[in-house]
């Protein structure tokens, strides 16, 4: 498996993703559809990343970085191809990240998500997340936590 960063023919499948995670676990408000079919626009040109984990061709999973400020971004948009969970694709791109943040010095990394998904919060701490408060309004009405990653 590889990972490897955004490229148009990977957009289908950054919004199949992320649309089945979103259908399964919560609902698909229209800010989504509209984010997740035009990803280019709303992620990558803004100053953000995609990432996408590539096996023989197909994507097991993806994850963005939102830029959120100058140094800031948010961990947003993970997805794993329901065959491929449990195998720790996301547990790998959320890994890449980290060491993509360090790497370019980013000084904030944060993410929401919902305490609902309480295997995604264990990893979450697993990997140097902790909970900060949620600030209102919160940005998303699914959310009901944020984590920040602590920087050593």
Same mark, same amino acid.
């Given at each position: 498996m590889n990972i490897v960063?955004?490229?148009?023919?990977?957009a289908e499948a950054f919004y199949?993703?992320?649309?089945?995670?979103?259908?399964?676990y919560f609902y698909v408000e229209a800010y989504?559809?509209?984010?997740? &079919?035009?990803?280019?626009? %709303?992620?990558?040109?803004?100053?953000?990343?995609?990432f996408f984990a590539v096996e023989n061709g197909t994507v097991l999973g993806t994850v963005a970085l939102l830029k959120r400020g100058k140094?800031?971004?948010?961990?947003?948009?993970?997805a794993v191809l329901p065959k491929s969970r449990g195998k720790q694709?996301?547990?790998?791109?959320m890994q890449y990240c980290i060491d993509f943040a360090v790497e370019n010095k980013f000084q904030k990394l944060?993410?929401?998500s919902n305490t609902m998904?309480?295997?995604a919060i264990h990893i979450y701490k697993k990997y140097g997340?902790?909970?900060? &408060?949620?600030?209102?309004?919160?940005? %998303?009405?699914?959310s009901n936590i944020k984590m920040n990653y602590i920087f050593s």
């Open positions: 960063p955004f490229h148009e023919n990977y199949n993703l992320n649309i089945e995670w979103l259908e399964t989504d559809r509209e984010v997740l &079919s035009n990803p280019h626009h %709303y992620i990558i040109e803004p100053g953000g990343h995609i140094h800031a971004y948010e961990l947003t948009k993970m694709v996301g547990q790998k791109l944060f993410l929401y998904l309480a295997n997340f902790v909970e900060v &408060s949620l600030e209102q309004p919160n940005p %998303y009405e699914r």
